[in-house]
């Protein structure tokens, strides 16, 4: 079974930085992606960037320019530094893991960005 825990998130002024920690354990697979999606209430969970085990990006176009997504040494570890952070970044950020062994979530952490 496969756990993900993510750490980071809280307030922060419009203009500043956060950065998000991610770490996933108990897969046994050489591949996988990792990333972040965020949701806002009564709206679709979209996906904010994800980073595959070879180190392939994406990023929603709301975000690039501004965010990155890194992996980190340790296995099944990944960082997103969020830079310029706007009110409309407000959400719950998931991080996201997906392998063959299938597709898990973290619980969630609220970002809140003030104008």
Known sequence: ?????????????????????????GSTSSSNIMGWYRQLPGKQREL?????????????????????ISRGNARNTVYLQMNSLKPEDTAVYYCNFRSVEGTYWCQGTQVTVSS
């Open 48 to 68: 904010v960037a994800h980073i595959s085990h070879v180190g392939v990006t994406n990023y929603a176009d709301s975000v690039k320019g501004r965010f990155t």
């Open 1 to 25: 079974q496969v756990h993900v825990v993510e750490s980071g998130g809280g307030l922060v002024q419009a203009g500043g930085s956060l950065r998000l920690s991610c770490a996933a354990s």
